[in-house]
């Protein structure tokens, strides 16, 4: 086999507080899909939360734990700082009304030849959304109050924050298969494959800046896209010869997954494409019901009875988007 294949980010994990809060944000406020409601596998008295395009795509996927009595996290170094998301470059003027009518404050500025947005979640998470004239990692999920040539297609790219960014850059760049393209002062922006929306992290070097503490507004991890097992299976070879200490592969019903820390402390995971979402509920109904993987299932009416009820966005069933 050839070197394994890297395709760019696959979905991006955060933590958050009120469940409730969380899913309104990203179904109401952002107008995303509610492609999967399941648990933590980890702590199943928690919901995991996925969020994403019409299709559920790899590329397009936010996902989040919310756990209800949660202490807010700082943002710092060693963490993901900041979540962009692609929205079509002449959509920028709709969004910029929309979180003034929302109450949302927003700083723009403009970022490598592209404008950016940047404003917090509904926990204090910093998310960006980038005017992107490439192509888009995923589709408009056609049943948000969002037009659909105004909405957000999936992430755009992250944002690492570094003490020192040069160990991080050669994992990177000789490891992973990113390569440089662009620096804007302390920040250095790396793309794989054809680059763009989907295929993008920046680094940002900052040393004077503290480390920063896990809890909710904070991103607990980013996953990136290998394309199927034999792959993930060399990936954990390479990572493992190089000296990174990685986990054994995890079945999370929808992909497999390893994960390891880049040397800034960043926890990234390597998680293939199939799967996908569709393996346990039908791709109209994806996000409709609370779906648990087989060896939980025994403890649907225990997990039933911890978890918070939830009020689903009406618009999460029928369709599959434009």
């Not at 943002?75 to 079509?88: K, R, S, Y």
């Not at 030849?113 to 509904?122: E, H, I, P, Q, R």
């Not at 990113?178 to 054809?194: D, H, K, P, S, V």
């Not at 569709?278 to 009875?305: C, F, H, K, N």
């Amino acid at each position: 086999m050839h070197s394994p294949i890297l395709s760019g980010i696959h979905h991006v994990t955060a933590i958050a507080s009120d469940p409730q809060r969380n899913l309104d944000f990203y179904t109401q406020t952002l107008g995303l899909r509610l492609v999967k409601l399941t648990v933590n596998y980890d702590d199943p008295g928690t919901y995991h939360f996925y969020f994403g395009d019409a299709q559920g795509r790899p590329g397009t996927l936010l996902t989040f734990f919310p756990w209800r009595h949660a202490h807010r996290g700082h943002q710092g170094t060693g963490q993901v700082i900041a979540i962009a998301l692609a929205v079509p470059e002449h959509a920028v003027g709709y969004w910029r009304d929309r979180l003034q009518r929302q109450g949302i404050g927003f700083v723009e500025e403009e970022r490598m030849g592209a404008t950016v947005l940047a404003f917090a979640d509904s926990d204090g998470m910093t998310l960006e959304l980038i005017a992107h004239a490439g192509t888009m990692p995923g589709s408009a999920w056609g049943h948000s109050e969002i037009p659909a040539e105004h909405a957000v297609r999936g992430v755009h790219s992250v944002t690492l924050s570094e003490e020192g960014y040069e160990r991080t850059a050669r994992l990177l760049h000789e490891t992973m298969g990113f390569r440089l393209t662009a620096e804007q002062g302390n920040r250095f922006r790396y793309e794989i494959g054809e680059g763009g929306a989907g295929a993008t992290v920046d680094l940002l070097c900052q040393p004077d800046a503290p480390p920063g503490t896990m809890g909710a507004g904070t991103v607990h991890h980013v996953a990136f896209r290998t394309p199927d097992d034999t792959h993930q299976n060399a990936w954990r070879e390479q990572l493992r010869a190089e000296g990174y200490n990685v986990s054994p592969i995890m079945d999370r019903q929808y992909f497999h997954s390893i994960y390891y820390r880049e040397p800034g402390g960043v926890l990234c995971e390597i998680a293939t494409d199939p799967p996908g979402f569709t393996v346990d509920e039908p791709l109209e109904a994806l996000g409709t019901a609370l779906r648990l993987p087989a060896w939980l299932e025994p403890r649907r009416r225990v997990i039933e009875q911890i978890v918070a009820p939830l009020r689903l966005p009406h618009s999460t069933a029928g369709g599959t988007g434009q």
